[in-house]
């Protein structure tokens, strides 16, 4: 299972990567009506991320968002989990130790991931089934663990290109953590119940 899983996240991350500047416009316009059909209750903690190594972007999301929401970002912890620190436009970050940028906070600025509304997930691929394959690292599972015992809040949406679908159903292990949406570029899948 483990080697099906290495082959499809190369392959997509490799589709991920050819796409085209003008392509990629188009597609983060797409992808933000979508996540803008999600409604968010006034003064909602959201989270994105910083899209890198091809991932769909989500400033055109982000930048549309109603001014009091709170917007967030993943910060890498040394406990294996992410926390996430409020964050606009602008707004200090420096490179973790994998070159994405993080906001710069105090550590007491940084919320628990249980503590957000709604959290958009980047994916190098998913299923119908709203199964999603990152890239290996095991940071949004382990963040995202207890959801396994309990149902949203927060809600996690993840964000891909439609072309990260894959046919059938992705191989999951345990420890994975089902998504109760996915946003592409086109459409909006929800989880099956």
Do not use: K
């Amino acid at each position: 299972m483990t080697s099906a899983r290495g082959t499809i996240r190369r392959i997509m991350r490799e589709r991920r990567r050819a796409v085209p500047p003008a392509a990629r416009i188009g597609a983060a316009d797409g992808l933000a009506a979508e996540l803008l059909a999600h409604p968010l209750a006034p003064g909602a903690r959201v989270a994105g991320y910083w899209a890198a190594d091809g991932e769909i972007a989500l400033h055109a999301w982000q930048l549309r968002l109603p001014r009091e929401v709170v917007y967030c970002l993943p910060v890498v912890h040394e406990d294996g989990r992410l926390r996430f620190a409020p964050w606009r436009a602008g707004e200090a970050v420096e490179a973790n130790r994998y070159g994405i940028p993080e906001p710069v906070v105090a550590p007491e600025a940084l919320l628990d991931p249980s503590a957000l509304d709604l959290i958009v997930v980047p994916l190098v691929g998913f299923d119908a089934r709203c199964h999603r394959l990152g890239m290996g690292g095991g940071w949004y599972d382990r963040s995202f663990a207890f959801r396994h015992l309990q149902p949203a809040p927060p809600r996690l949406v993840g964000a891909a290109f439609a072309f990260q679908q894959v046919a059938g159903e992705l191989p999951s292990e345990d420890w994975d953590v089902q998504l109760d949406a996915v946003c592409t570029d086109q459409s909006t899948l929800t989880r099956p119940t």
